[in-house]
């Protein structure tokens, strides 16, 4: 019996196990993935602080995050997450963060989109990968505990604990932990749209949809960014920072059609809209001094000569939009807590109202870093008895079931299907007709879901059973995106109906889905002032 | 094309549709298409989180960044415990970063380092931990207590952070199976995706040995008096 499970390997994760650490707290990290891998370390751009008040200041920051958000964020949030950003980059630059230096000592920083002043810390543009990779030493440092290649199937709220059941995918067995207080950490969900994303293609909210029927509330799942700025044949992303440096925006004809810095939802529509149109869309970066490119953004030059054969420094980079971001989640409260006691929510896969409709670049290291630090700060040593129950009975079912099913459909191909729907139909452009299109396919893929079995019969390392497990997932998660997607009638930041095109001041709010006896229910907040 | 894979149950021929792709698309096709049981790692599939990493007709390679090729045999990295085909275990690393003190382990909060600082342990800690190094390293053929590359370089970029009160613990505890060992032989920085060169950070640890008073072991075994000695005239 912990005293508290954190659930996930990323920046988040490892955050709130250090200070769980700090506040002598039986913490164990589980997750599906090996340490050091989690998609954090795709972070490339910075995590914006405001260090000095020379040119800058807090406020600046605060106002710039609320009106990147459209006005769909919990203002006191904001703020305390701003006022505490130069603090967490002290706090991982003690951690052996290595951020990028002027001659002077002092951070070096950077201008993202949208933002009124160079205020994102860096490092070159490995910025997520040095802030894993040093929280990773920290936590060996600390002797916390670290499990691999865990995969969560479900949560057990009980009064006194958490029951949480894993796949073992070492073994294939099914295994239960129990803690005090668990904190979900399990990332976003933008794989949705496999093959037009920048995330791993794992990255499909399974730890979300574990939440969602453990009774917990999600919110504002309609909201996926779109990164303007990703290499045309593979998705992989090339940073704003390459903007922010001064790259510029073009179609084949040269002709400049957006202002590189404005808000990525706006800047990815309007790309879009060109290759909706049969145009080609470039990113030029090579008027910018090759030398101050070869030192700052070393990885993207690397990543569009190998992605897509071209050098930056003497051609464009082609690019298109994909999926990189999802702003919605398990809804948490200021602590972090979700709806039902015990259960807490991080990073991507929460949904602190800190980014709204639109997240503005540098604000998600921040958030990661920041709230994970604030949620275990909530957490608490608890004594008294608890009475361990074995949970694992309903998970080893479905789990022999997938086993014993025969496979009449292939998931694969029914989950290109749903990715390259999702995309069309909830994409950058959205309308009634299209929602309601690719929410009949996913229902019909939902019953289908009973005929995809599995070729593979081993249990020790079966990617082809967790492939389905997440596939499963996907489906739910899909499901839900696409009715919340449905039931705002407005446009808003990253959310843009065709049929609704402008912000309707009646749908300033929140919208909380939850799901009761396997069916969804829809309710949107008060209205934000 | 003609792949041919190095699966737990033996080494396997598949034929793909496939021209212009990279080594993990190809793997995600077989898997789809032809052998839903093959195993490998899948993660950022753009060279930076070096879950990928595969041997390639004898050398390690990352297989979101290599472009497959007709005849290839493609297998799991070597001196890793292989869990199944392509899969080998890695949670080793985190045994040798916690021996050698790979972290930052006394942190003098009031020193800020400099750019000068930065620009030092800059290139090390771009180590994606992919393994590579460690796979081709001749030493392990004889010494598999060997810290290897990518260990000693996550030491090299602690053991110079100027914000560690306590550099010389680290230093000490490359001296076993450490810097002393390593043959000099480069083949570490040839493989390395992101262009360190673990050879040059082991030198620059001897250095750092030599100014605390070490030796290479191997050279005091003569007694540590070789050499012309003017008090025998």
Redesign the interface.
């Known amino acids: 019996m912990y005293d508290l499970i954190i659930i996930g390997s990323g920046a988040s994760a490892l955050s709130a196990a250090l200070e769980a650490k700090k506040q002598n707290l039986d913490v164990v990290v589980i997750s599906k993935?090996?340490?050091?891998?989690?998609?954090s370390?795709?972070a490339q751009g910075g995590i914006n602080a405001v260090l000095n008040d020379k040119n800058d200041s807090v406020e600046k920051h605060i106002t710039d995050t609320i009106k990147s958000a459209h006005d769909l964020a919990d203002v006191q949030m904001i703020e305390s997450m701003c006022k505490g950003a130069k603090e967490t980059i002290?706090w991982l630059?003690?951690?052996?963060v290595?951020?990028?230096?002027?001659?002077d000592?002092t951070f070096s920083q950077r201008k993202l989109g949208a933002a009124s002043h160079s205020r994102a810390c860096y490092?070159?543009d490995?910025s997520g990968?040095?802030i894993l990779?040093?929280l990773s030493?920290?936590c060996?440092?600390e002797?916390i505990v670290?499990l691999?290649e865990y995969f969560l199937l479900s949560l057990y709220p009980q009064k006194t604990h958490i029951s949480a059941t894993f796949l073992d995918i070492?073994s294939g067995e099914v295994v239960q932990f129990d803690a005090r207080n668990t904190i979900l950490a399990t990332g976003g969900y933008a794989s949705i749209y496999r093959g037009f994303s920048s995330n791993?293609?794992?990255s499909v909210g399974s730890g979300i949809v574990s939440a969602l029927k453990a009774g917990v509330n999600l919110s504002d799942l309609e909201f996926v960014q779109f990164h303007p700025t990703t290499l045309k044949k593979?998705s992989?992303?090339i940073s704003e920072s390459a903007r922010g440096a001064g790259g510029i925006i073009y179609n084949q004809n040269k002709e400049r059609f957006v202002d590189e810095l404005l808000m990525r939802d706006i800047v990815s529509r309007e790309i879009f809209k060109q290759i909706q149109s049969g145009n080609e869309v470039f990113l030029d970066i090579t008027h910018i001094d090759h030398e101050f490119l070869e030192e700052n953004l070393p990885?993207e030059i690397?990543?569009a000569r190998?992605?897509e054969g071209i050098n930056p420094l003497l051609e464009p980079i082609p690019i298109k939009p994909s999926a990189h971001y999802t702003m919605g989640g398990i809804d948490v409260d200021n602590k972090m807590q979700s709806c039902v006691e015990r259960i807490y929510a991080i990073g991507e896969c929460a949904n602190a109202k800190v980014h709204g409709a639109n997240r503005l670049g540098g604000n998600s290291l921040l958030e990661v870093v920041y709230f994970a630090r604030k949620c275990v700060k909530n957490i608490h040593k608890e004594s008294g008895d608890v009475a361990i129950e074995d949970k694992t009975v309903e998970d080893k079912r479905v789990i022999e079931n997938i086993f014993a099913q025969k496979k009449r459909v292939d998931f694969?191909q029914v989950r290109q299907k749903l990715a390259c729907e999702m995309f069309e139909k909830c994409g950058i452009f959205r309308d009634e007709k299209g929602l309601k299109e690719v929410l009949a396919s996913v229902q019909m893929m939902k019953e289908e879901i009973s005929h995809m079995g599995?070729?593979?019969k081993?249990r020790?390392?079966n990617?082809?059973l967790v492939e389905l497990l997440e596939f499963s997932n996907m489906l739910e998660l899909s499901y839900a995106v696409i009715c919340a997607a449905l039931l705002r009638l407005e446009s808003r930041g990253a959310h843009f109906r065709e049929d609704f095109p402008q912000e309707r001041a009646q749908y300033q709010k929140h919208q909380i889905i939850h799901q009761k006896n396997g069916i969804l229910y829809s309710t949107f907040g008060e209205i934000l002032s | 094309m003609k792949v041919s894979i190095q699966k737990s149950e033996g080494l396997k021929s598949y034929d793909i549709p496939l021209e212009d792709t990279v080594v993990l698309e190809a793997l995600q096709y077989i898997k789809e298409n032809l052998d839903t049981s093959l195993c490998f790692q899948r993660g950022c599939k753009s060279e930076i989180c070096g879950c990928c990493a595969v041997m390639v007709d004898g050398k390690p390679v990352l297989a979101c960044g290599t472009k497959v090729a007709d005849g290839m045999t493609i297998q799991a990295l070597s001196y890793h415990e292989i869990k199944r085909d392509l899969i080998v275990s890695k949670e080793f690393s985190k045994d040798l970063f916690h021996k050698t003190q790979a972290y930052l382990e006394r942190c003098d909060e009031t020193t800020l380092s400099s750019k000068t600082d930065e620009k030092r342990i800059e290139l090390q800690s771009d180590c994606i931990l992919c393994h590579s190094c460690y796979s081709v390293c001749p030493v392990l053929e004889v010494n598999r207590d060997f810290l290897g590359p990518f260990a000693l370089t996550k030491v090299f970029r602690y053991a110079y952070e100027v914000k560690e009160k306590d550099q010389k613990t680290k230093i000490d505890l490359i001296q076993h199976n450490g810097i002393w060992d390593c043959t000099l032989c480069g083949e570490c920085a040839v493989v390395c995706p992101q262009g360190i060169s673990s050879k040059d950070d082991i030198i620059q640890l001897r250095i750092k040995s030599a100014t605390l008073g070490y030796s290479d072991p191997k050279l005091s075994s003569f007694g540590g008096d070789f050499g012309f000695d003017p008090s025998g005239f």
Do not use: P, W
């Open positions: 993935l090996r340490s050091f891998e989690s998609g370390c795709m002290e630059s003690n951690k052996g290595g951020f990028s230096k002027e001659e000592g490092a070159q490995f990968l040095k990779q040093a030493d920290s060996i440092k002797e670290m691999e070492s791993r293609d794992d593979s992989i992303l990885q690397k990543l190998v992605y694969y599995i070729d593979d081993s020790a390392y990617t082809e």
